[in-house]
């Protein structure tokens, strides 16, 4: 079954703490993303790549870090410095950069961070 | 950075066809239009892309004027399962971020 999976579902981390939130992809895609998504909003990009080794800020990277190590693999760091890090968290890939392809998306992870 | 534009909200009943209309007035002679699909606490899902003209698949149809300075995602017979929100996107592989950008999009209710 391909697809994107992202773990765990629901996250809980006390504050001060860093959190890393996992993406893998098995499409064979070069391209990967992260959204943030707060309630009733729209997605805000986080951070995207193109391909391995090389990844591009979003609109707000602030507070966040990520790798591309592994063509598979696009995981996201909040760290501590993430003013307001609770939100929902969405990956996604696609073969090329979005525009002209759709973007395939993982189920989310919610983080609750108190 | 190319901006799109869609109503907050729209109301429906089961059965009826429902159009959403998306501006795009800056969209670049390359930019394709792009619509997701999403439910509460899941990931968008893919509708349907188009260029210009019409483009239609099983779930929904996809009109382009001439211009391109809009599009309007047609879904055909709605039922209660397709009140979810539905958002606009342009770009395309060059303009990259450009379209990434999901904006607010528009929440559809259905009621029976």
């Known amino acids: 079954d391909g697809g994107i999976t992202q773990s765990p579902k629901y996250l809980f981390r006390k504050e001060g703490q860093n959190v890393t939130l996992s993406c893998e992809q098995n499409?064979?895609?070069?391209?990967m993303y992260w959204y943030r998504q707060d309630p009733g909003q729209g997605l805000r990009l986080i951070y995207y790549?193109?391909?391995?080794?090389?990844?591009q800020k979003g609109d707000i990277a602030e507070g966040y870090s990520v790798s591309r190590e592994k063509k598979e693999s696009f995981p996201l760091t909040v760290t501590s410095a993430q003013k307001n890090p609770t939100a929902f968290y969405l990956c996604a890939s696609s073969p090329g950069l979005a525009g002209a392809y759709e973007q395939y998306f993982g189920p989310g992870t919610r983080l609750t961070v108190t | 950075l190319a901006k799109t534009t869609q109503p907050i909200s729209m109301d429906s009943y089961e059965g009826q066809e429902v159009n959403i209309t998306c501006s795009h007035n800056?969209?670049?002679?390359?930019?394709?239009i792009t619509w997701y699909q999403q439910f509460p606490s899941q990931g968008p899902r893919f509708i349907i892309q188009g260029y210009k003209t019409k483009v239609t698949n099983e779930v929904a149809s996809l009109f382009i004027p001439a211009d391109r300075k809009s599009s309007t995602l047609s879904l055909p017979r709605v039922s209660l399962s397709d009140t979810a929100v539905y958002y606009c996107?342009?770009?395309?592989?060059?303009?990259?971020?450009?379209?990434?950008?999901f904006g607010s999009g528009t929440r559809l209710q259905v009621q029976p």
């Open positions: 790549s193109q391909i391995v080794n090389d990844f």
């Open positions: 800056n969209i670049a002679t390359n930019d394709y």
């Open positions: 996107l342009v770009g395309d592989e060059d303009t990259g971020r450009r379209a990434l950008t």
């Open positions: 499409l064979n895609h070069d391209a």
